[in-house]
T-cell receptor, first 115, second 109 residues
């Protein structure tokens, strides 16, 4: 158990809908990262928040947004969902702002299925 | 940009066989290198890491050495068990993790 929690574990929804994925980092960790794992794209970095502020952005679609709250939990919002958004979404956390040597610890993921 | 290339699978082995999974990287600067493992139906778990050239990471019988001259971080285990069946990901960290495609390893009893 990494100490990173994600809810829900599974999510089934329809195209055009909006969903929110939630992540609680390990106790004391200040950075939260979101990753998408799909069969065709592999594991891709979406976005990082550090202590409530966006720190780095990866291949995140404009339909997707995230935020980190004062208690450091984070939410990933996915809107106008398409079939291709079906994937496993991971949250990870690290202690500080995400330097090169920092280890990221992953949650169990949320499996999203868009029908 | 930074990228990681790892050997394609799937890899099927018998118990007690030797396992090698090749990983090479392209990066500017001096990233840290990681191996993560994903067991069926689970999230990613850190297996081992190395933060600078010539560092050797090790855990649970697995080893990998950060080779700057060959830009490689190959994963090895001398005697695999059925419980090692999983998907293994090589990754580099230059503030975000860039992952390889993953190698599926199946160990038969």
């Amino acid at each position: 158990d990494s100490g990173v929690t994600q809810t829900p574990k599974h999510l089934i929804t329809a195209t055009g809908q909006r969903v929110t994925l939630r992540c609680s980092p390990r106790s004391g960790d200040l950075s939260v990262y979101w990753y998408q794992q799909s069969l065709d794209q592999g594991l891709q970095f979406l976005i990082q928040y550090y202590n409530g502020e966006e720190r780095a952005k990866g291949n995140i679609l404009e339909r997707f947004s995230a935020q980190q709250f004062p208690d450091l939990h984070s939410e990933l919002n996915l809107s106008s969902l398409e079939l291709g958004d079906s994937a496993l979404y991971f949250c990870a956390s690290s202690a500080l702002r995400g330097g090169i040597g920092e280890t990221q610890y992953f949650g169990p993921g949320t499996r999203l299925l868009v029908l | 940009g930074n990228s990681v290339t790892q050997m394609e699978g799937p890899v099927t082995l018998s118990e007690e066989a030797f396992l090698t999974i090749n990983c090479t990287y392209t990066a500017t600067g001096y990233p840290s290198l990681f191996w993560y493992v994903q067991y069926p139906g689970e999230g990613l778990q850190l297996l081992l890491k190395a933060t600078k050239a010539d560092d050797k990471g090790s855990n649970k019988g697995f080893e990998a050495t950060y080779r700057k001259e060959t830009t490689s971080f190959h994963l090895e285990k001398g005697s695999v068990q059925v419980s090692d069946s999983a998907v293994y990901f090589c990754a580099l960290n230059d503030y975000k993790l860039s992952f390889g495609a993953g190698t599926t390893v199946t160990v038969r009893a």
